[in-house]
Every structure is written in structure tokens, then in C-alpha cells.
């Protein structure tokens, strides 16, 4: 999966960048902050559903959790700072969408 978001629309073959935007939809439509967590809100067929393989479903919520536990790990080091994860993540979406904006078409 990673190989995938690196790569070009050049560089992809049509199903590939179909996969591509599918992701990026899911991380614009189906990604959330629960309890201060980045969580993914589809099931595992829900996800399958979109047409993506399960794989894909298995790598995105290691991600998360990879994320989860870094930003966890930051509170405890840095009880002070402050993180405002809602904000943070609505600047990420908005910036998937102006880099992929037919993500959202």
C-alpha cells in the first residue's frame, strides 16, 4: 500500500490509481478522532466492499495504530503540549483533497 500512495498518477496503472483514490476517499470519509484516537469506522467487509483488498484494510489500521501509539507516546514525554488532534486531522484532510482533489469527485 505504501508503494501505491508514493507513486504518480504517471506511474499507476488505471485500477491502481482507482485503488489510490479509494484510499484516499477512506481517509477523508472513514477515518475519524474518537477518545483522541485516529480510528478507521469501516469493518473489515465494509472496506473489502470498496472494492480494496484485505491487506490494504490490515496496513491502514497498523497505521492508526503505529500513529495512535506515537501521539500517546508524545503525551507521556511532553505532558505540557498540547494536541488538538481534531484540528490536526481536519488539516490533513484538507490537505489530501487539494493535493487529490478528484479524490472527493
Known sequence: MADLISKSKAELTSEQWN????????????????NDKLVLT??????KDKGLPVSYYK???KNLKDVNDYLANMKLNDPDNILNLDSLFEVAKKNVIDV???SIE
Open 59 to 61: 496496513e491502514l489500521k
Open 100 to 102: 487529490y482533489p478528484e
Open 42 to 47: 469501516l469493518t473489515k467487509k465494509e472496506f
Open 19 to 34: 485503488a489510490k483514490m479509494a484510499l484516499c476517499r477512506i481517509c477523508i470519509e472513514d477515518t475519524a478522532v474518537e
